[in-house]
């Protein structure tokens, strides 16, 4: 009797081994595959993040801490890719905190076409090595436009700045300079 | 003294006025511009229309080249119900040469553009209307002598694909204005390239 007692919980021993083997084997297929994956997509994902306009509503939101640039462009568009290296320097040059300073966030938001997100918009980007953040949206919708800002009449380049407080916003549809763009901060960056 | 702070007001209404551009049902002046065929065109050349779909537009823009055919499309749709096409390119050649009147009848030869495609040399009537961007439509409705504008806005809701368009604002709009109704959707935006403004 107690010879079978021990074989049958060595047998529950070894088959809970066995388990226990087979989720190893399985989880280190997982891994060993996850990291190939997931680095490939972060590649893509951090160049030039696709978003919808929910999201894009999301980032709209003021934040205590930080002024949002939000800049409207296309690769199509020239005077909007003249603009942007005042934009990406303001970028380079006020987007980390300073003694508690607020900070300033730019994000560039490509209209461009669908069809050309991999072909002309994340070469683009890679081309200039723009720093600021890049987010695809494609063409928006007439509503859309609307929910951006109700003065804009959808001609680019369109800049939305919106200041750390509820009601601190503007909205500028032309090419704007880094001298402009540093008078509009200003005042928003220390009220 | 009041007479001059009356003038200086008036002035300062009317360019803002003009600035602002038109509204839905606001009456829309007359132009005469040079067509690609080097004749003048205005709206009474149209003795016959109903209405017009006056599309601000010109050659080298992508979101005014997405729309070409769709362009094409509507005149040769709507023009024998009333509804012809006048094309109008407001861009500065100095800041786009594509855009010059050469590259409009070049254009317009190869595409055979069935409307007339004319060139706004002064941006005059660009601004007059209250047109920023290519394309752009204004769609008059003829009342009498005069046109109204009962349309103002996009051709459609995509831009990027014709197969994709699930709302055709301009078509719609003409449906309405033949039943003799008012359009239910009289603006609408869509992206597209700023006009270049002369400096």
Request: proline share 5%; glycine share 4%; net charge positive.
């Amino acid at each position: 009797m107690q010879s079978i007692s021990v074989f049958l919980s060595r047998a529950r021993f070894l088959s809970g081994f066995c388990f226990l083997f087979v989720v190893w084997c399985f989880a280190s297929i997982t891994v060993a595959q996850t990291p190939k994956s997931t680095k490939s997509k972060n590649v893509s994902k951090t160049l030039v993040e696709i978003i919808t306009f929910d999201r894009l509503q999301a980032l709209m939101q003021p934040n205590p801490d930080t002024v949002r640039i939000i800049n409207f462009w296309a690769t199509t568009c020239r005077p909007c890719i003249e603009e942007m290296p005042s934009f990406d320097r303001f970028h380079r040059e006020y987007s980390l905190s300073k003694d508690g300073q607020k900070t300033v966030q730019v994000l560039f938001v490509s209209l461009d076409f669908k069809r050309d997100m991999e072909t002309k918009v994340v070469p683009f980007v890679k081309k200039r090595g723009i720093q600021a953040p890049v987010v695809f949206l494609g063409p928006p919708k007439s509503a859309e436009i609307d929910g951006v800002d109700a003065s804009w009449s959808g001609s680019m380049p369109a800049t939305l700045i919106i200041g750390t407080k509820a009601g601190q916003r503007s909205f500028y549809e032309k090419k704007m300079e880094y001298d402009e763009l540093k008078d509009f901060v200003k005042t928003y960056l220390f009220p | 003294m009041k007479n001059i702070l009356f003038a200086v007001l008036l002035c300062v209404a009317s360019s803002l006025y003009a600035a602002d551009g038109y509204k839905v049902g606001d009456v829309a002046r007359d132009f005469s511009l040079k067509n690609v065929d080097g004749k003048m065109v205005s709206l009474a050349s149209y003795p016959d229309a109903k209405g017009m779909i006056v599309v601000f537009t010109c050659n080298h823009c992508p979101y005014a080249k997405a729309y070409e055919s769709r362009v094409i499309g509507l005149h040769k749709a709507f023009a024998s119900k009333g509804y012809p096409v006048v094309a109008i390119n407001p861009n500065d050649p100095v800041a786009y040469p594509e855009d010059s009147f050469e590259n409009m009848a070049k254009r317009s030869k190869e595409k055979s553009y069935p409307f007339a495609y004319l060139f706004d040399e002064t941006q005059e009537i660009a601004k007059s209307y209250g047109a920023t961007r290519t394309p752009h439509v204004f769609l008059l409705k003829k009342n009498a002598d005069k046109y109204e504008v009962a349309y103002i806005g996009a051709i459609d809701d995509n831009s990027e694909s014709a197969d994709a368009v699930k709302e055709k604002y301009v078509e719609q709009a003409i449906a309405a204005l033949v039943t003799g109704k008012v359009p239910t959707v009289s603006t609408t935006k869509a992206v597209g390239c700023g006009i270049k403004w002369k400096k």
